[in-house]
């Protein structure tokens, strides 16, 4: 039995499958339902749990050097949550885009995470390193 770290088995399924360039998206809970990529919703209530704690337990166990996120996150969101979203990013490179284009990444990924956060625009795409 697993004590630490993930333990939502659909989760480190996931994980165990994402590959060298990979890329796995980690999305708010109004993100669309993409029927064709592998979701693993773990949305509670909103706000539980965020995109940020995800990301952080997603980055535990994985490499990432590439990061993107919506152009629309900076427009609609005040500098003290692009900090902390820079804070949990810290080290990796992220290219915001706008968001249209954001969503055409999401097909080629290996899998979705959808979370119960409330943050406009929170969805990033994490390519694998």
């Known amino acids: 039995m697993l004590n630490t770290g993930i333990l939502n088995p659909q989760i480190l399924s996931l994980l165990a499958r994402v590959r060298h360039t990979n890329a796995l998206v980690i999305a708010d809970r109004g993100f669309p339902f993409w029927p064709m990529i592998e979701t693993v919703d773990i949305s509670l209530v909103d706000g539980v749990p965020t995109v940020l704690q995800v990301l952080a337990a997603v980055r535990a166990n994985g490499s990432y050097n590439q990061a993107y996120m919506a ?22 490179p992220v290219k915001f885009e706008p968001h249209v284009e954001f969503k055409k990444r999401v097909p080629g990924a290996i899998g979705l995470i959808r979370t119960g956060d409330t943050v406009q625009y929170a969805n990033m795409i994490l390519i694998s390193g």
């Open 71 to 92: 152009r629309e996150f900076q427009k609609s969101n005040f500098k003290i949550m692009q900090r902390k979203f820079a804070r949990g990013l810290k080290g990796i």
